[in-house]
């Protein structure tokens, strides 16, 4: 089985990722594919050198990734040519991943995508577990996380499809507003639902 986990920036998803990797589930994570695919020598970090120039660019040659962010969390424009460049190899090199989990013998792999529902990717998830969260805690946890002030916070929850759609759209939605244990018991509950105990499902 596929499970895409998905949810809103903040929401807790590298939290339920991590408890899925302590059960033993192999994790997919979109968010490190992103960093991987831009790697120093990478096509994909050239081509963002074309369009945003080189002060998208650290003196060591990597990605400025807060100014990268300021850039394109403030423009539906540029977010959109970004994603134009990257996606495609975000995508690729997450099924690259998930094929190697499955030819490990691994019958159930997690995918990890922020932007499941954004993406070209939905349709290779057969079941789609969904971690929401309140907005007050979701803009407060991402500006504590982030130290980002509240304009900047809203405007990347706002680059972002509402969670309310994500809900509608989700197999399973686990509420991450209490504590870290009262969420694991959610989890725990979903995936028991799905006839799913451990890594080795
Ligand atoms: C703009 C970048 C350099 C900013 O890097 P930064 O280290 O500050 O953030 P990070 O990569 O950890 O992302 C944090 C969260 O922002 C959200 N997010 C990232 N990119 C996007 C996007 N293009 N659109 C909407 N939300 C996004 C996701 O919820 C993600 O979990 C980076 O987010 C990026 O390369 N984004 C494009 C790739 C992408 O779409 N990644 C999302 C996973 S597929
Ligand atoms: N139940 C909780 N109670 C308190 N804080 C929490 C809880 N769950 C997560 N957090 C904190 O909220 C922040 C966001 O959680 P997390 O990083 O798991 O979200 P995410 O959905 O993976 O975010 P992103 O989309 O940005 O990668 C983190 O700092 C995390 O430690």
Redesign the pocket.
């Known amino acids: 089985m596929i499970i895409g986990l998905t949810g ?2 903040a929401s807790g ?1 590298s939290t339920v990722s991590k408890m899925l990797t302590d059960l033993g589930y192999p994790v997919v994570d ?2 490190l ?3 991987q695919v ?1 790697e120093p020598g990478k096509e994909t970090l050239a081509e963002i050198r074309n369009l945003f120039g080189s002060k998208v660019i650290l003196p060591d040659g990597t ?1 400025d ?2 100014k ?2 300021k850039l ?2 403030n423009d539906p424009v540029s ?1 959109q040519q ?2 134009n460049i ?2 495609p190899a ?1 995508r690729k090199e997450i099924l690259r991943q998930r094929d190697a989990f499955l030819a490990q013998g691994h019958k159930t792999v997690v995918l990890d ?3 499941l529902f ?2 070209k990717l939905l349709n290779f998830a057969e079941k789609i577990l969904v971690v929401s969260v309140s907005e007050e805690n979701q803009l407060l946890r991402l500006m504590k996380r ?1 130290g980002l002030t509240e304009q900047e916070a809203l405007a ?1 929850i706002g ?2 499809l509402p969670m309310a759609v994500k809900e509608a759209g989700a197999d399973a939605v686990v509420f991450n507003n209490g504590t870290i244990e009262e969420t694991k018991q959610q989890l725990v509950q979903v995936l028991s639902d799905w006839g799913l105990k451990n890594g080795n499902d």
């Open positions: 809103s920036i998803k979109a968010d594919v992103a960093r831009v990605l990734r807060p990268l962010g394109i969390f977010r970004l994603n990257i996606h975000i995508i922020p932007l954004e993406s982030n990347r680059s972002q």
